[in-house]
């Protein structure tokens, strides 16, 4: 979600920047429109670098001796997981 609202507000800024031929004399649309993009920016950066630190990868390996036969059974297991916070 955030890396939607980061580019939302880039797209925003750059439309009052630069499409926007608007004079207020109470507010300069172009110094708003620089900040949105800069917040745009920053929210996108923000929002890749949490996404790529959720994806972790878990690998648990077990060795079970069966006590009937005696045999060793070996077991191993892979997750990557981008809701899990658990290392």
């Known amino acids: ?15 009052l920047t630069f499409a926007l031929e608007v004079d207020l004399g109470w ?9 949105l ?4 920016v920053v929210i996108t950066i923000i929002g890749l670098a949490l996404l790529a630190r959720r994806r972790s990868a878990v ?6 001796a069966d006590p009937v036969s005696g ?11 981008g809701d899990d916070t658990t290392v």
């Open 1 to 15: 979600m955030s890396i939607g609202l980061g580019i939302f507000l880039f797209v925003v800024g750059a439309i």
């Open 59 to 64: 690998t648990t390996e077990r060795t079970v």
């Open 71 to 81: 045999e060793r059974v070996a077991r191993r297991e892979t997750s990557v997981s």
């Open 27 to 35: 507010l300069n649309l172009d110094l708003v429109g620089y900040l």
């Open 37 to 40: 993009m800069g917040a745009g």
